[in-house]
């Protein structure tokens, strides 16, 4: 087996087939992202850290233990609790799909929790644009709790397209759902000795 070299820029080892072709690069030097493979790798290891230490996340852990892995885990959850769940599902949801993904999904069930959680942590613009989607998406109706029921509305093309130009609003509405949900739980005795 060959004896690797050092990248000269980086100082990783490599083969030398790859030093020879590449003019002594790695292939991440040589093809200019290895800067940001180092910074993934720091944000990594600060997100393991944060993970066995912040409250907030143990929290977060606790809840989603409790909803999925109890049999109506959820219906057991306080109300503060049942509040900070919800709204960390919907913003969730939200950033990662849209506003029709916290509809089409599971999710969609804790519409009423998301609503009033969002009243209580005082997110005054993510509720609007959660009100105006609903209203958007099911009119005059309640959020039905079944999620085949929920397909029914969302699957009109017009409502998708109105939920998409929402899902920009939710997105610039410079609610700091993370922030209230933290002093939320600080003030509702959620997280305790943080």
């Known amino acids: 087996m060959a004896q690797k070299v050092a990248c000269k820029t980086c ?10 072709k590449n003019d002594g690069l790695c292939m991440p030097c040589k093809n200019g992202y290895r800067e940001s493979i180092e910074k993934s790798k720091t944000y990594y290891a600060k997100e393991r850290e944060l993970d066995k230490s912040c409250p907030f996340r143990a ?12 049999p109506n885990g959820f219906d057991k959850l306080s109300e503060e609790e049942k509040q900070y769940f919800a709204v960390g599902v919907l913003d969730g949801e939200v950033h990662n799909g849209g506003i029709i993904q916290f509809f089409d999904n599971s999710s969609g069930e804790y519409y009423r929790y998301a609503e009033l959680g969002l009243v209580r942590i005082g997110a005054k613009k993510s509720l609007h644009i959660l009100r105006k989607a609903k209203e958007t998406t099911f009119g005059g109706d309640a959020v039905p709790k079944e999620q085949e029921k929920r397909w029914r509305y969302t699957r009109d093309k017009e409502v998708e397209k109105a939920l998409e130009r929402l899902d920009t609003e939710y997105y610039e509405s410079q609610d700091e759902i993370g922030e209230m949900l933290e002093a939320f739980a600080l003030e509702s005795g959620l997280i305790k000795n943080a």
């Open 11 to 20: 100082g990783k080892l490599i083969l030398p087939t790859t030093a020879s």
């Open 59 to 70: 929290l977060w852990r606790e809840l989603v233990r409790k909803v999925y892995d109890e």
